[in-house]
């Protein structure tokens, strides 16, 4: 079975700082990726996703992701967070043979202070 | 836009009780779902279900049960609740049975908070 791994579970920054969220899978065979973020009080809404074509994805809120196929890797990245981009981060990944199956990380709190 | 509505936020049971959350979607999808969510394990799958009266289990699924009687109506039910099953229950939808292989989204529901004393 699958697995996802986030490696940081919180973190902390100023407002401008620009933040890099790791994701690291673990399945041998092709896979959809993506990006779910958690607004405090608020259901869990969907960033971007990757399911081919183009490695460099953007999402929205000025959000990315990198897909490096080589390193089972799904990084987020945003160059300048605000304060209402404090939110539970999650990756998540699904086997294209799957289907509906997703298996999610563990997930990242990031906290922006003013 | 797509609304999945979890009709309780919080519940607090006591140990032993049977429990039902209900999950209702109303955009008309095959596909719904049922994950807990705990600090630092992030989202895992109880139950899914394909269509009405369909079920398989997810990665976790023992201790629960679920049904399925109408497309728009997916419940989870805990026989006999225990306290390592308080957490956060998510209900999610997407709209076809392909899922995400066609890139369909996931919509997720707002959680319903379960403690079991």
């Known amino acids: 079975a699958q697995s996802v791994s986030q490696h940081n579970h919180h973190v902390i920054l100023s407002e401008a700082a620009s933040l890099e969220l790791g994701c690291n899978y673990s399945?041998?065979?092709?896979?959809?990726l993506f990006w779910y973020v958690q607004y405090p009080g608020q259901h869990l809404q969907l960033l971007l996703k990757y399911f081919s074509g183009d490695p460099l994805v953007k999402g929205i809120k000025g959000f990315e992701a990198e897909f490096i196929k080589s390193k089972f890797s799904f990084n987020l990245r945003k160059p300048s967070v605000q304060w209402s981009d404090t939110a539970e981060y999650f990756c998540a990944v699904v086997p294209k043979a799957a289907g509906n199956k997703l298996t999610f990380g563990g997930g990242t709190r990031v906290l922006v202070k003013p | 836009d797509v609304k999945v509505t979890q009709s309780s936020r919080y519940l607090v049971k006591r140990t032993g009780e049977k429990v039902f959350l209900e999950c209702v979607q109303d955009m008309d999808h095959e596909n719904m779902f049922w994950y807990r969510q705990d600090p630092g394990l992030g989202l895992r799958l109880i139950y899914f279900?394909?269509?009405?009266?369909?079920?398989e289990k997810g990665d976790i699924p023992e201790g629960y049960s679920v049904s399925r009687e109408k497309k728009e109506r997916f419940s989870l039910i805990l026989e006999s609740a225990s306290t390592n099953q308080t957490s956060m229950y998510l209900c999610?939808?997407?709209?076809?049975?392909?899922?995400?292989?066609?890139?369909?989204?996931?919509?997720f529901g707002e959680g319903s908070w379960l403690t079991v004393v």
């Open positions: 999610a939808s997407s709209p076809t049975r392909q899922g995400t292989l066609s890139g369909n989204t996931i919509y």
């Open positions: 279900s394909y269509d009405v009266k369909m079920k």
């Open positions: 399945y041998g065979g092709t896979v959809n």
